[in-house]
């Protein structure tokens, strides 16, 4: 974190600098959120920290959420957290599922025996943990970053939203219409309006658009209990099949003491709905009791529990030009989360994938309100999400049918932990990859094998180089909008005048089409838009920092200090180092050119500046 560029601020440097007209609630919106599930909270908290875009979000409960119901979070999320500024928060408060345990039917289909034990999360496939918190601790952790905004945001609960119309007015081309909490109607006009309204969504049908796909008819139960069990794998991830009971999956909660328990129920008749059955907890304790035979569970208390059938829906589009031709036009209404995909919870993905969805969208909101974009890159948000919420459909349908498939058959359970530990980076989060489009160029990837283009930067652990702090890359990238340069230096560079990375940085600063130059506003810090970052091969106490170019060691703030925190070296005592770790041509170094939601969108040489150029003006506008 840094602060005080400005001057000096006593107090929580968490909390910002008022922006003019911060926590007024006006009817004219930049961009109007309804819903304050995960994907509206996720966008809300990233537009709020720009203080010259006005966001209001609207939500029709009655106050903040108070106990969740998805509450996995995948390490991919725990790495956008650490860019939101609270995964250290999550990381203290969380169950962190360490291990994956895998129980069968015994010999001849009698009782219960472990088949394996495996690791969660696999070496280096993240930084970061799988964790369980509850999603209303996740959602206070967004209000807080709302609240210590530029913005002072702060959600507009009760507000029920009766209806949505596009007018294309040159100015706020969408009207919302809420009925509030004193029943008084509230009319809200916006440039754009996203709807994050759940399963039920009436943004979604507002513009016409339907959730297809198929009910696979199997009804599942879920309860958060507390009990006293002699199963020994309570504590642990546990997936487990009986040979005639059905299946269940136990996912540990935080405090040390919940569990929460996935129960396989019957299958649902043809005309048949979740409710129809009236599942009790006493149904699902005695399922669960059955389930695991001869183990005991006695349980003591039922914090919350539930039933769901499951089934896998997905919309044609995310955004209100559906699938007709984009030609020149413009989206201006969009929809996250459950309001475009559906699916069951047992793989974990749904929290994770709708907070995604806005991560993906928000900056991109951002660059367009803010002139540094051209609208065309919103037609980016509908393609790049939905291709991922059908690769979930898909596999959250395999993950589903294979679990519920009743048999004791030894066979059945190895296809199962077979399946489970292939996709194991799939339920991490890490295995999005976006295709080729304006702002993903494909090319150069021999230069950095392991940072795949159109995936997310693969964070490794480094020395900054001014105070020898040991870090990790990715984690110098918070979710401000703004785009990175990762600049790797070739063998024996050490920033010195000549160098690989000295000529680059010359040309960036000076080069009269450089788009550090080129996209950077008059009187801003060279970084604001753009932000050069780099790494060197030697060890940190055989550079010299007063060696470095200008643009390494930049100006900043009123004040003109020095920013020290752009330059990083291996950290050599542990291997292997990143430029191993993540396939980095020793000899020629590469440039990474990483979006402002950490996704690879392009690898070129160091040399490359045209190449770079041709790349940012393809969707950029030059600010001078």
Not at 91 to 115: K, Q
Not at 188 to 203: E, H, M, N, P, Q
Not at 597 to 606: C, R
Request: glycine share 8%; charged share 25%; proline share 7%.
């Amino acid at each position: 974190m840094q602060y005080h560029f400005d001057g000096f601020t006593p107090g929580d440097p968490r909390v910002r600098p008022e922006a003019q007209g911060a926590g007024e609630r006006p009817t004219e919106v930049d961009v109007l959120i309804v819903g304050c599930g995960p994907a509206g909270l996720t966008l809300a908290a990233q537009l709020s920290a720009f203080p010259d875009i006005v966001t209001r979000i609207a939500e029709r409960k009655p106050g903040p959420l108070e106990m969740g119901q998805a509450d996995g979070i995948a390490c991919r999320s725990m790495e956008m957290f650490q860019a939101f500024g609270f995964a250290t928060r999550v990381m203290e408060e969380a169950y962190w599922v360490n291990e994956t345990v895998f129980w069968a039917p015994g010999e001849g289909g009698a009782g219960l025996r472990r088949t394996d034990r495996i690791d969660d999360v696999a070496a280096d496939l993240s930084e970061m943990p799988h964790t369980i918190l509850s999603q209303a601790r996740v959602h206070d952790f967004y209000l807080d970053i709302m609240r210590k905004s530029p913005r002072r945001l702060t959600p507009d609960y009760g507000f029920h939203l009766t209806g949505l119309t596009r007018t294309d007015a040159p100015d706020y081309p969408v009207t919302a219409t809420f009925e509030a909490p004193d029943s008084a109607t509230e009319t809200i006009r916006a440039k754009y309006v996203v709807g994050c309204d759940g399963a039920r969504s009436t943004v979604r049908g507002s513009l016409g658009l339907t959730l297809k796909g198929d009910a696979a008819r199997q009804l599942w139960g879920v309860m958060d209990i507390l009990a006293v069990t002699d199963f020994p794998d309570i504590r642990l991830k546990a997936a487990i099949r009986s040979a005639h009971s059905g299946s269940l999956l136990i996912i540990p909660r935080e405090g040390g003491a919940m569990v929460r328990m996935y129960v396989e129920l019957d299958e649902l008749h043809e005309t048949e709905r979740a409710a129809d059955r009236n599942v009790t907890a006493d149904m699902l304790i005695g399922k669960a009791q059955a389930i695991l035979t001869p183990f005991t569970l006695d349980v003591r208390d039922v914090a919350w529990c539930s039933a769901y059938e499951i089934g896998q829906r997905v919309c044609d589009s995310f955004d209100d030009l559906g699938t007709e031709p984009r030609d020149a036009r413009t989206p201006r209404i969009f929809i996250a989360g459950d309001a475009c995909h559906t699916h069951s919870p047992k793989a974990g993905q749904g929290m994770n994938v709708s907070m995604a969805d806005t991560f993906n969208l928000g900056w991109k909101l951002a660059a367009v309100l803010r002139g540094q974009a051209v609208p065309e890159l919103l037609h980016t948000y509908s393609g790049e999400r939905r291709a991922k919420a059908q690769e979930l459909i898909e596999f959250d349908r395999d993950m589903a049918r294979l679990f519920s498939s009743r048999s004791s058959d030894p066979d059945a359970s190895a296809r199962f932990q077979q399946y489970f530990q292939k996709h194991g980076r799939y339920t991490a989060g890490v295995e999005a990859r976006y295709d080729p489009s304006m702002i993903v160029q494909a090319g150069h990837q021999p230069l950095a094998t392991g940072l795949p283009i159109g995936m997310r930067f693969h964070s490794a652990p480094v020395i900054r180089l001014a105070d020898a702090k040991p870090m990790q890359l990715g984690h110098a990238m918070p979710a401000d909008g703004r785009w990175r340069l990762v600049a790797f230096a070739p063998r024996g560079d050490t920033g010195a005048p000549g160098g690989a990375i000295a000529r680059l940085c010359h040309a960036l600063d000076t080069a009269p089409d450089s788009p550090l130059r080129r996209y950077t506003p008059d009187g801003a810090d060279i970084d604001a838009v753009i932000d050069l970052r780099a790494v060197f091969q030697p060890h940190h106490r055989d550079m010299d920092l007063a060696a470095l170019p200008r643009l390494l060691t930049p100006p900043k703030g009123r004040f003109g200090l020095t920013d020290y925190e752009k330059t990083f070296c291996p950290d050599l005592k542990i291997g292997p180092q990143i430029f191993d770790r993540r396939g980095i041509d020793r000899e020629s170094g590469a440039l990474i050119v990483v979006r402002p939601d950490q996704f690879t969108a392009a690898i070129l040489p160091l040399e490359d500046i045209p190449g770079l150029t041709a790349f940012f003006a393809r969707f950029m506008l030059p600010q001078h």
